[in-house]
């Protein structure tokens, strides 16, 4: 079974600092890695998905995550951070290839400060 | 497209008090899925389908029965509501077949059992 683990279930930036939200996975094998950003009131949508091949992705809205084996992590940044980003992050793991059945970690709370 | 619906929005339900979530996507989706949300556990998966007639539980099945008469809708039923069913509600849906599909989420159910 797989299981995911975000550190920080809150985190504080200023407007254009750099954001780094913390994602690490457990999986007997390697998994297929998601982050999904909700923003209040409404549902999740995809920032961006770790399959096969290169290992930094690049996803919506200037995130990127960088799949590390070695750390089993799959950490989420953006270099400057604007007030639209708050919101709430979640990582997902899956061996699934379809990519269903998803594993979500905690989720982490992005607050941006003026 | 109108994408993933869910209805009601809001529901308040005494203990014990049945009641159905609807949940209807127009896209041909074959995987329809049922999560729950819960303050610092992320989702969690209630049940799923991969197609018409074709139901199965996931991680938190206790206490919700689902069917999938059509491609279209898939209904969560609360047959008998207690208060640790409190939380908010989400459908979501995707192709099933096909590599490492993105899962589209309903805008959720807030649903409160006193």
């Known amino acids: 079974a797989q299981s995911v683990t975000q550190l920080g279930s809150h985190v504080s930036v200023s407007e254009g600092a750099l954001v780094l939200l913390r994602c690490n996975y457990s999986?007997?094998?390697?998994?297929?890695l998601f982050w999904y950003v909700q923003y209040p009131n409404q549902g999740l949508q995809l920032l961006l998905k770790y399959t096969t091949g290169a290992t930094l992705v690049k996803g919506i809205n200037g995130f990127e995550a960088e799949f590390k084996k070695s750390e089993t992590s799959f950490h989420l940044t953006k270099p400057s951070a604007h007030m639209s980003d708050a919101a709430e992050y979640f990582c997902a793991v899956t061996l699934n290839n379809a990519g269903n059945m998803l594993t979500f970690g905690g989720g982490t709370r992005l607050m941006v400060k003026p | 497209n109108a994408g993933v619906t869910q209805t009601p929005k809001f529901q308040v339900l005494k203990t014990g008090q049945s009641m159905t979530l609807q949940c209807a996507q127009d896209?041909?989706?074959?995987?329809m899925s049922w999560y729950r949300q819960d303050p610092g556990m992320g989702l969690r998966l209630i049940h799923y389908s991969v197609g018409a007639g074709i139901t199965d539980q996931g991680e938190v099945p206790n206490g919700y029965n689902v069917s999938r008469s059509t491609t279209e809708d898939f209904p969560l039923r609360l047959l008998s509501a207690a208060p640790s069913q409190t939380s908010v509600y989400f459908c979501?849906?995707?192709?099933?077949?096909?590599?490492?599909?993105?899962?589209?989420f309903g805008p959720g159910t807030r649903l409160t059992v006193l």
């Open positions: 979501a849906s995707s192709y099933r077949r096909g590599l490492f599909n993105e899962q589209f």
């Open positions: 999986s007997s094998v390697p998994p297929y």
């Open positions: 896209m041909n989706h074959e995987y």
